[in-house]
Nanobody, 122 residues
Framework: QLQLVESGGGLVQPGGSLRLSCAAS????????IGWFRQAPGKEREGVSC???????TYADSVNGRFTISRDNAKNTVYLQMNSLKPEDTAVYYC????????????????WGQGTQVTVSS
């Protein structure tokens, strides 16, 4: 069974950091691009970042310069390092696979994880 599992979310104060993990089971991530998305209450799911199989990276304007996406194929895991967190970063964060390249179209993504909650609050 193909599965992605997100972890690393939690409660953090503004200006703090978190590192999210997206671990794959049942398949290898090597040949996939992986996207991170987030969904805040009452809002649509939006793309945050994506990394291709050759480690090309894209970021949403709202997180560029604060978030860093990376992958460790040996661990079959993709990470999202989030620094300088803001209250508006509060959301459930999801990862998903896509056949490269990264895409702006959410419908192209597959094998969604269950999400991990990130709350930025003082």
């Amino acid at each position: 069974q193909l599965q992605l599992v997100e972890s690393g979310g939690g409660l953090v104060q503004p200006g703090g950091s978190l590192r999210l993990s997206c671990a794959a089971s049942g398949f290898t991530l090597d040949y996939y691009a992986i996207g991170w998305f987030r969904q805040a209450p009452g809002k649509e799911r939006e793309g945050v970042s994506c990394i291709t199989s050759s480690s090309g990276r894209t970021y949403a304007d709202s997180v560029n310069g604060r978030f860093t996406i990376s992958r460790d194929n040996a661990k079959n895991t993709v990470y999202l390092q989030m620094n300088s967190l803001k209250p508006e970063d509060t959301a459930v964060y999801y990862c998903a696979t896509v056949i490269p390249p990264c895409s702006d179209y959410r419908v192209r993504y597959d094998s969604w994880g269950q999400g991990t909650q990130v709350t930025v609050s003082s």
